[in-house]
């Protein structure tokens, strides 16, 4: 169980064009999913935390207009990177949790989003 | 605020040999504590965790045990094999009822020769 999938597992974009990247949970219901951000031999970054059907709460120094969050459902989530650059390229994780239960706070993780910007 | 430290990478062990890593957490009451592990091109996955002082957590041969006097939870097997080779994370999620943020250690890379 707690099973989390992300697609595409790996994209390679112009600069300038944007790409949507879904996580969805498949066999629980996420109240809360996470973003993250992994830099070549680096730890996770977070970039926003989202809860079913509210507005993404951002980190600090992630522009809320480039990484654009939806979770439009306790199942899915989207993270739209808008008008991409070389920069924007990186390794991008998403993470499902809920509330209650023997797992009140664990994260799972899906398996990663490639994202190259040529 | 919360935070996870643990030993700097890289590690390069020979096949069969002792693992420690290291990891010291500051974190106010009792958070959950976590080891994830990330092999070659992937995402993490939950290696093991403990939710309460001197809990043990155990998976595949690695255990780490919930040190509240020292603040620590150190990831240890008893012999490595080629296939462990990946990077490893220290985490924490703070004692809150609902899901939250997980703080991770900067990660350390691990790599096994035959």
């Given at each position: 169980?707690?099973?989390?999938?992300?697609h595409?597992?790996?994209v390679i974009c112009?600069?300038?064009?944007?790409?949507?990247?879904?996580?969805?949970?498949?066999?629980?219901?996420?109240?809360?999913?996470?973003?993250?951000?992994?830099?070549?031999?680096q730890?996770l970054m977070?970039?926003?935390?989202?809860?079913e059907?509210?507005?993404a709460t951002?980190?600090?120094?992630?522009?809320?207009d480039?990484f654009?969050?939806?979770?439009?459902?306790?199942?899915?989530?989207?993270?739209t990177?808008?008008?991409?650059?070389?920069?924007?390229?990186?390794?991008y994780?998403?993470?499902?949790?809920?509330?209650?239960?023997?797992?009140?706070n664990?994260?799972f993780?899906?398996?990663?989003t490639r994202?190259t910007?040529? | 605020?919360?935070?996870?430290t643990?030993?700097?990478?890289?590690?390069t062990?020979?096949?069969?040999?002792?693992?420690?890593?290291n990891?010291?957490y500051?974190?106010?009451?009792?958070?959950?504590?976590?080891?994830?592990v990330?092999?070659p091109?992937?995402?993490?996955?939950?290696?093991?965790?403990?939710?309460?002082?001197?809990?043990?957590?155990?998976n595949?041969g690695?255990?780490?045990?919930?040190?509240?006097?020292?603040?620590?939870?150190?990831l240890e097997?008893g012999?490595?094999?080629v296939?462990?080779?990946?990077?490893?994370f220290?985490?924490?999620s703070?004692?809150y009822?609902?899901a939250?943020?997980?703080?991770?250690?900067?990660?350390?890379?691990l790599?096994?020769?035959?």
């Amino acid at each position: 169980g707690a099973v989390v999938s992300q697609h595409p597992s790996r994209v390679i974009c112009k600069s300038g064009t944007s790409v949507k990247i879904e996580c969805r949970s498949l066999d629980f219901q996420a109240t809360t999913m996470f973003w993250y951000r992994q830099f070549p031999k680096q730890s996770l970054m977070l970039m926003a935390t989202s809860n079913e059907g509210s507005k993404a709460t951002y980190e600090q120094g992630v522009e809320k207009d480039k990484f654009l969050i939806n979770h439009a459902s306790l199942t899915l989530s989207t993270l739209t990177v808008t008008s991409a650059h070389p920069e924007d390229s990186s390794f991008y994780i998403c993470s499902a949790g809920f509330s209650g239960g023997v797992s009140y706070n664990e994260q799972f993780f899906g398996p990663g989003t490639r994202l190259t910007v040529l | 605020g919360d935070s996870v430290t643990q030993m700097e990478g890289p590690v390069t062990l020979s096949e069969e040999a002792f693992l420690t890593i290291n990891c010291t957490y500051t974190a106010t009451g009792y958070p959950s504590l976590f080891w994830y592990v990330q092999y070659p091109g992937e995402g993490l996955q939950l290696l093991l965790k403990a939710t309460k002082a001197d809990d043990k957590g155990s998976n595949k041969g690695f255990e780490a045990t919930y040190r509240k006097e020292t603040t620590s939870f150190h990831l240890e097997k008893g012999s490595v094999q080629v296939s462990d080779s990946a990077v490893y994370f220290c985490a924490l999620s703070p004692p809150y009822s609902s899901a939250s943020k997980i703080i991770f250690g900067s990660g350390t890379r691990l790599s096994i020769r035959p």
